[in-house]
């Protein structure tokens, strides 16, 4: 169906740099360097709008006299039109809904004048690239030229008009290639504002279009969107076979590097997978072993003597209690893919250690649970903390873990020592008490704790048991909405006596 179109903009990287300017737990020599990128990027791409909806002095999200204003878009004296602004979709792109700025984007009335003028000019000549399309040529290049109007705004980041050129030009669109290109790119516009209702939209009418016939590339590539939006849904159980899935037919450089999705399919995998498909598909898999395990692993992997399955060395994984080096590891590489990425994607892939990543997955599996929390509080601070897809979540994904490595443990035992069990931890028995009480109040863990005799009783009711709890708990609320029921009824009858 041809090449894939109208990938060039919206710039995700861009969103993740916004991102930075307000996340907290970004470094000073992160935010400055995001703030440069910014600004250069606002320059180059004479981006007036996501410049104004950024750092306008009234209506910037980035300016704290911004908040609350109305929710109409405003027009300046040059005809350019504000984005809308709504609360949620900035708290999405920002790190917080109220951020304190170490760094801020200044803004330049003079630079903004400069900017609204380009773009005025540039869609003069786009209009007038459009009327001479409809007068001498054919309806490729009408279709061509409208094109451009549509990239011209998703790359200056007007949302509102970016989205409505797309939808013109998908109704005067025939070609289902091209129908998916404009929608994988209305997706692309909802995740750099972070619309999640528009993102979970637009998906839907995307897997409609590939399921009516789409090629194998766009297919591949709506599995690497549909994994990400899930991702930052909190749906995690649902995006870590797509992710991993992706991992192999990687190619959508335009949604993220490789290297992000590496991160994002081994904490989806870990957080949601069972223990066997955690070993097949994270532990296992020849494109992780090729960037989180060791040296022969990598070599391994690369020549393709490493395969995935139920037996693939369960084996000889070490015992619980063993170390492995953490010695950096190096940037991710998609085997399947090599030569396709640019030279400047795989520069920037370079810097990521994923050394903690891989101390996570090989302690979560082997049992060496003090490595695993020491490990899961590094994997905080340098990934869930810096990304802004994974930052919403950060708490509840080190809580879920936390209860992963518990469960694990406790199914092994009848009854467990709890000074015995912090200890394997690395934690005080103070916070081992507190921790698992809210689990088990929750019904996440089943088992009870003595704390005078120091003990853990674990409790794993059988199939037939637990149906019948169920039974009794479901009957007891049936009973309990009839009574109330009963009780109306009676009320009614002897009002009308």
Avoid at 84 to 106: D, E, K, Q
Avoid at 347 to 368: H, K, M, P, Q, R
Avoid at 417 to 439: C, E, H, P, Y
Avoid at 459 to 477: H, I, L, M, S, T
């Amino acid at each position: 169906m041809g090449d894939i179109l109208y990938s060039k903009f919206p710039d995700l990287t861009l969103s993740q740099h916004i991102f930075h300017l307000t996340n907290p737990s970004s470094s000073q020599i992160v935010q400055n360097a995001s703030l440069k990128f910014l600004q250069t990027a606002i320059e180059e791409k004479e981006m007036a709008p996501l410049y104004r909806y950024l750092a306008h002095p009234t209506e910037g999200i980035l300016n704290m006299l911004g908040e609350g204003t109305s929710a109409q878009p405003t027009a300046d004296s040059y005809g350019m039109t504000a984005i809308r602004r709504t609360p949620s979709n900035a708290t999405n792109l920002l790190a917080t809904r109220r951020p304190s700025l170490t760094v801020s984007l200044p803004w330049d009335e003079a630079l903004y004048e400069k900017l609204v003028k380009a773009n005025e000019a540039e869609l003069e000549a786009i209009k007038k690239e459009e009327e001479e399309a409809v007068e001498k040529a054919g309806d490729t290049e009408v279709q061509s030229a409208k094109g451009k109007r549509a990239e011209f705004w998703t790359r200056v980041g007007h949302k509102d008009k970016g989205i409505a050129e797309y939808e013109t030009l998908f109704e005067k669109t025939s070609i289902l290639g091209t129908k998916i290109d404009i929608v994988l790119a209305i997706i692309r516009t909802g995740l750099f504002f972070g619309d999640k209702l528009l993102v979970k939209k637009t998906i839907d009418r995307a897997s409609a279009l590939v399921e009516s016939g789409g090629d194998w590339d766009r297919r591949n590539r709506l599995k690497a969107y549909q994994g990400l939006h899930l991702l930052t849904v909190r749906s995690y159980s649902l995006a870590a076979p797509l992710l991993l899935d992706s991992l192999s037919t990687f190619t959508s450089y335009e949604l993220c590097n490789y290297s992000s999705l590496v991160v994002y399919a081994v904490l989806a995998g870990s957080v949601s997978l069972k223990r066997v498909d955690f070993k097949t598909k994270v532990v296992d898999a020849p494109e992780i072993k090729a960037i989180l395990g060791d040296s022969s692993d990598k070599l391994a992997a690369l020549s393709g003597a490493l395969s995935a399955g139920p037996s693939a060395g369960d084996e000889d994984m070490p015992d619980a209690g063993t170390t492995t080096s953490a010695t950096p590891r190096p940037a991710a590489v998609n085997l399947t893919t090599l030569g396709q990425s640019t030279a400047e994607e795989q520069d920037a892939e370079s810097a990521i250690d994923f050394s903690s990543l891989a101390d996570l997955v090989g302690s979560l599996y082997t049992g060496t649970y003090t490595k695993f929390f020491d490990s899961l509080g590094t994997v905080e601070t340098n990934f869930l903390s810096q990304d802004r897809y994974l930052y919403e979540h950060r708490h509840w994904f080190i809580r879920e873990m936390r209860l992963r490595g518990y469960q694990q443990l406790l199914q092994s035992y009848r009854v467990v020592g709890l000074r015995s069990m912090a200890k394997d931890f690395g934690v005080t028995i103070d916070f081992l008490d507190k921790d698992l009480s809210n689990f088990i109040a929750t019904d996440r863990v089943p088992c009870t704790i003595d704390r005078v005799n120091e003990v853990i009783e674990t409790n794993r009711p059988g199939d037939k048991n637990r149906q019948y709890a169920d039974v009794v708990k479901q009957g007891d609320q049936l009973i309990t909405k009839l009574q109330k029921y009963g009780q109306s009824v009676r009320l009614r009858g002897s009002e009308r006596g």
